[in-house]
């Protein structure tokens, strides 16, 4: 179940808005995690406050963090749903830093804020050089390694009661 999966895994990244998972009785408190765990929290418009129950899409909170550019009085999209490839790139950074230092953290990461980051030169844009998988490499079939994330979970489980 989630919830077990959850308790034993090292990073757990939530991509909803902050009531989402709480509703269920899951989330990043440290008396339900394991030691080390990260807990990677990306929302549209961050966890708390007004806009914290706003959904969120690329488009819609790139434009939120103001990148957006206007021709003739009609609003101009910078790039496609931008706002999700430049959270990601800062959410994947954020996370091997957590886990260099042991881990144990909770991130949290808003898709608008990332964009707002964005909205002059100079900023974080200019020294970020994206990686790209080689020509021809593809990744394992999905469903690949559920075998290997069960077994996973049986041993990190705790024993029944």
């Known amino acids: 179940d989630l919830a077990a999966l959850i308790r034993v895994a090292d990073v757990v990244i939530e991509a909803s808005r902050p ?3 709480a ?6 408190e440290p008396a339900d995690s394991r030691p080390g765990q990260i807990w990677l929290r990306i929302t549209g ?11 969120a899409f690329g488009d819609d909170a790139a434009v939120s963090g103001g990148l957006v550019e ?12 931008i706002a999700d490839p430049l959270t990601g790139l800062h ?3 954020a ?10 953290e909770l991130i949290e ?16 844009a200019a020294v970020m050089t994206p990686v790209r998988p080689g020509a021809g490499q ?8 559920d075998e290997a994330v069960r077994r996973l979970v049986a041993e990190r489980a705790e024993p029944p009661c």
Do not use: C, K, N
Not at 45 to 55: I, Y
Not at 117 to 124: E, F, I, K, N
Not at 138 to 145: H, N, S
């Open 19 to 21: 009531v989402a998972l």
């Open 23 to 28: 509703r269920r009785g899951l989330g990043p």
């Open 45 to 55: 418009h961050g966890a708390s406050g007004e806009q914290a129950g706003w959904v």
């Open 70 to 81: 206007y021709e003739g009085g009609t609003p101009i999209f910078v790039g496609d749903a």
């Open 91 to 93: 959410a994947a950074a």
């Open 95 to 104: 996370v091997a830093a957590s886990r260099e230092r042991g881990g144990g």
């Open 109 to 124: 990461f808003s898709m608008a804020a990332v964009a707002a980051g964005y909205r002059s030169p100079g900023g974080d």
């Open 138 to 145: 593809a990744g394992p079939q999905l469903g690949a390694d």
